[in-house]
């Protein structure tokens, strides 16, 4: 039986590989609502509540699994609305095919109901390829360039579909000039660096005395190699938030992250050493890397654009991390003298326990940095993590044992609000056997996780198991944007902008038939883990915690001290910050302190 456009679109993606689309319907795309319909046993749908939300599981999607991330949306506003969680994707170097709906053909050009110029809207998000179909015989190579761009480029790639071409009969381009006959299947990449610049780069590396790491999300599958590479040069290893589940926490020498949101232990180790080598990061705050002309550099990345980006190098291979490493190891000198390695591993050491210092503090009512320092050795083997943007990345980023195996992520690059609850989400359907944790503010979740709890409620049965979890720190106030006030402008929290309404967030799970635990007891968090962990069903886990718990930078410098001090003038809840800044401040310099 002959298909129509539709029909054709989902068979041909799923030919690709593509096994999940996640959208709204509408009459935009209405016949690929219809043709999707029929597609279930070759493409599965997931229903979102928002655009938005299908492009943030797309791009989740594409991060945990490494394939191509797919959404769809119909025209105008619909399109429209997917556009935040596509840029998400774009900037953190991740593959989105996202399909549109346009309206009519013969409506295009007289101000018709819903019509937007998406060419031009989408030309930024998909630079590197959007195009609106205007003939069935041009719809094969639409998707399958579509597909193979973003996939190649690790980008984001938009086709349009109006919606009178969508039902039409489909047909094969001709034989003819003027037509174009493509294929599907992805490349097999140059994967390794030529041979003279490796022994450039190993001379380089051999040579220094005191080598530093720094991974991102392009270390993701070069675990062993990392560590390889690491024991021979008697290196440090500091990683970038993306590149978090990189290399295991419990490694004596991994320094955890680097940046505002990192540790002491890369700090120091960033500022003290004398050779850098930086692996499939694009890290963006250049402060916190050594000083330009302090360290001799090399870095390799998949991606030429991203070299010598954030660090003069000395030498730039363009390679995959873990093929690259591999014939980079054989080049390398094992390391006799290791001093530099002895004292990265003390900081460590003393990190971790200043962290638990820090989480033990009295708050009112709990102290959010022992949420997750009670969850840490709870954590199942293989669980996958997702982090929203505000506060509650810096606990996840800091406070959270990376063990092998495990997953995690988050908005990277756009750092958007509210992208958690989908994001876990995108895991979850992608691994439904694994337990799924979302970590989110409390913000983040009025603006978008409680809809997509929703979603939740309509998939979760379908679920291998039901593990997954929402953590929702209540705390009444958008924090990481009250302490950079504070900090970076020296001004008091602005109650009108910042505090935002109370919430029943366990209450809204048990509305839903799922569970809901609240705490307000710091003695609590354990058993409630412990709850949250074994239950039969995915869970809200509310905590209310104290809003003025600092989430203090690896380093303060003197501009941010005399901004603290000078905010605090008119700081309206003056007395609970100084508190919770004291303890913290004092947990770092005296261990055990309370």
Not at 199 to 211: P, S, T, Y
Not at 283 to 308: C, M, T, W
Not at 360 to 369: D, E, I, K, L, T
Not at 556 to 565: Q, T, V
Request: net charge neutral; aromatic share 8%; charged share 20%.
């Amino acid at each position: 039986m002959a298909l129509n456009v539709s029909e054709f679109v989902w068979k041909r993606l799923a030919e690709w590989g593509l096994k999940r689309v996640y959208g709204y319907p509408g009459d935009g795309v209405g016949g690929l609502d219809i043709a999707l319909e029929k597609a279930q046993d070759k493409i599965e749908y997931v229903q979102v509540r928002h655009e938005e939300m299908a492009a943030f599981m797309a791009s989740a999607h594409a991060k945990f699994t490494g394939e191509v991330g797919l959404c769809y949306a119909t025209s105008g506003p619909g399109a429209i609305h997917l556009l935040n969680g596509l840029y998400d994707a774009k900037m953190d170097h991740t593959p989105v095919v996202a399909i549109v709906g346009q309206q009519a053909r013969t409506a295009l050009g007289a101000h018709y109901q819903q019509e937007v110029d998406l060419q031009n809207l989408f030309k930024d998000v998909a630079s590197e390829f959007v195009m609106t179909a205007s003939v069935p015989a041009q719809v094969r190579h639409l998707i399958d360039r579509a597909v193979r761009i973003a996939h190649e480029k690790r980008t984001v790639t938009c086709v349009i579909l109006p919606n009178d071409l969508q039902e039409l009969p489909y047909s094969d381009p001709p034989v003819a000039h003027g037509a174009t006959h493509t294929g599907i299947g992805f490349a097999k990449p140059a994967l390794v660096p030529d041979a003279d610049g490796l022994r450039e780069a190993a001379a380089i590396l051999n040579a220094g005395k005191k080598v530093a790491i720094l991974v991102g999300a392009g270390a993701l599958h070069a675990t062993d190699e990392v560590i390889a590479v690491a024991n021979r040069l008697g290196a440090g290893v500091a990683k970038a938030l993306l590149g978090k589940a990189a290399v295991p926490d419990e490694l004596s020498f991994v320094t955890g992250g680097v940046g505002l949101l990192g540790t002491k232990p890369s700090w120091d180790m960033m500022k003290g050493c004398d050779t850098f080598l930086m692996i499939g990061s694009a890290f963006p705050y250049s402060e916190f890397l050594p000083k330009p002309g302090s360290a001799r550099g090399v870095q390799i990345d998949i991606d030429g654009a991203n070299l010598s980006l954030r660090y003069p190098m000395e030498v730039n291979l363009i390679g995959d991390s873990a093929a690259s490493l591999r014939a980079l190891l054989p080049m390398l000198e094992q390391k006799k003298d290791l001093g530099w390695r002895n004292e990265i591993e003390k900081n460590v050491a003393a990190w971790w326990k200043t962290l638990e210092d820090r989480a033990m503090q009295p708050a009112s009512p709990v102290n959010p940095q022992r949420v997750f320092w009670e969850l840490s050795p709870r954590l199942p083997e293989n669980t996958i993590m997702t982090g929203d943007s505000g506060s509650v990345a810096n606990w996840y980023g800091r406070d959270i044992k990376m063990r092998r195996g495990m997953k995690g992520s988050l908005s990277g690059s756009l750092a958007s609000l509210g992208a958690g609850v989908p994001y876990a989400i995108g895991a979850k359907f992608a691994f439904p056997e694994r337990m799924v944790i979302a970590f989110m503010g409390d913000g983040a979740m009025q603006m978008n996780g409680i809809n997509e709890m929703i979603t939740v409620k309509k998939y979760w049965r379908k679920w291998k198991t039901p593990g997954f979890i929402v953590l929702v720190l209540n705390n009444q106030d958008l924090n990481q944007v009250t302490w950079e006030e504070r900090v970076q402008l020296g001004e008091a929290k602005t109650l009108s902008t910042q505090s935002i309404p109370d919430f029943p967030y366990a209450k809204y799970a048990e509305l839903l038939g799922l569970k809901g635990i609240y705490v307000d007891h710091p003695d609590q968090l354990g058993r409630a883990w412990d709850e949250a962990l074994s239950a039969d069903r995915p869970v809200i886990l509310e905590v209310r915690t104290d809003p003025n718990v600092p989430p203090l930078p690896p380093h303060i410098s003197a501009k941010d001290a005399r901004n603290f001090l000078h905010s605090l003038i008119r700081e309206p809840e003056r007395g609970s910050v100084i508190r919770n800044t004291a303890r913290e401040v004092l947990a770092s310099i005296l261990p055990g302190s309370k």
